[in-house]
């Protein structure tokens, strides 16, 4: 079994990514690992071949300034990574997400288990996305999604997010997928208020549109929000001391939006059933 893993990144470092982090934690899972980087203003390129690894292939680009249709550009650096890719499996890892030291062997034996099943086309991680501090994480959005795919079908990633499967040439559909067994971290949303604030200056263009300026993480129900009480992985410590929010607050006078009333409804309804509800991008076969 040969596994490939691909991220792609762009001023990774000044927009506060844990990548280094990112990249170290898959590389004991992959035969090789595709990072492509955008052309960038600061020292992602130099850190990235600071890993001394031989197992990075690295792949340099330039985005489109002109694609600002919803995000595309994202799934065209996501399909320049992973149509370099060589593996049976292919792993995708964004550039703030990091695997857990101790569930390294659960994702290798859940590849091993389903290699050669034709009917399972992807594995499913649960997402913990650490909202505000990483003391807390969100629950509104998904919690489960496919990041590792049979590298033989015919797939592709329409915005970045997600994989759409073409088993026809002309409509798709989210991938059958059974569970890795394991978890992934998702940072992105506990960074530094100012590195997320150069993040998401420098992205709405891709998007459409520019973003508000970033004064905080306190606009949100806290209803979505839950306590993180598992550990962190092991790489992630000098991260969360030094580049990560320590405290949070909801904003003064914050009113519930309908999303909130909508979401709030939903949380009752799951705990009340035994239920997860959230949005998924697969066909879940387990």
């Known amino acids: ?20 982090e990112s990249i ?7 035969d090789e690992f595709i990072c492509v980087i955008g052309a960038s203003s600061d020292r992602t390129l130099t850190l990235v071949e600071g890993i001394g690894s031989q197992k990075i292939k690295i792949v340099q680009t330039v985005w489109n ?28 890892l964004e550039g703030d997400e990091v695997l857990h030291e101790s569930e390294i062997s659960n994702i290798r034996d859940s590849m091993q288990t389903y290699v050669s099943d034709d009917d399972v086309e992807a594995l499913y991680f649960n997402f913990f996305h650490f ?20 590298n033989s079908i015919r797939s592709y990633a329409p915005d970045g ?15 059958s997928a059974c569970s890795a067994n394991a978890n992934i971290y998702h940072y992105g949303h506990c960074r530094l208020i100012e590195a997320m604030r150069s993040k998401n200056e420098q992205v709405g263009q891709y998007w459409g549109r520019s973003h508000p300026e ?4 306190g606009d949100i129900d806290l209803a979505e929000l839950r306590p993180f009480i598992g550990t962190h992985p ?6 969360i001391e030094n580049k990560a929010e320590r405290t949070f607050r909801q904003s003064a006078g914050y009113k519930l939006t309908r999303r909130d009333r909508r979401n ?4 009752w309804f799951e705990d009340l059933f035994g239920l997860e509800l959230s949005k998924k991008h697969f066909r879940r076969l387990d």
């Not at 170290?24 to 992959?30: F, R």
């Not at 997010?161 to 991938?175: A, E, I, Q, S």
């Not at 092991?234 to 991260?239: D, E, G, Q, T």
Request: hydrophobic content about 40%.
């Open 24 to 30: 170290q934690s898959i590389l004991p899972l992959v």
């Open 131 to 150: 909202y505000g501090t990483p003391q807390q994480y969100g629950i509104a959005g998904y919690r489960q999604a496919p990041r590792i795919l049979k």
């Open 214 to 217: 970033f004064a905080g993480y």
């Open 1 to 20: 079994m040969r596994v490939s893993g691909f991220t792609f990144l762009k001023n990774a470092e000044i927009n506060g990514y844990p990548f280094i």
């Open 161 to 175: 997010l997600f994989w759409v499967v073409m088993d026809r040439n002309k409509r798709g559909r989210y991938p």
């Open 234 to 239: 092991a790489l992630m410590s000098h991260w």
């Open 65 to 92: 300034p002109n694609m600002r249709d919803r995000g595309f550009v994202y799934g065209q650096q996501k399909m320049i990574g992973q149509y370099m890719c060589t593996g049976d499996w292919i792993f995708y």
């Open 264 to 267: 709030r409804l939903r949380f």
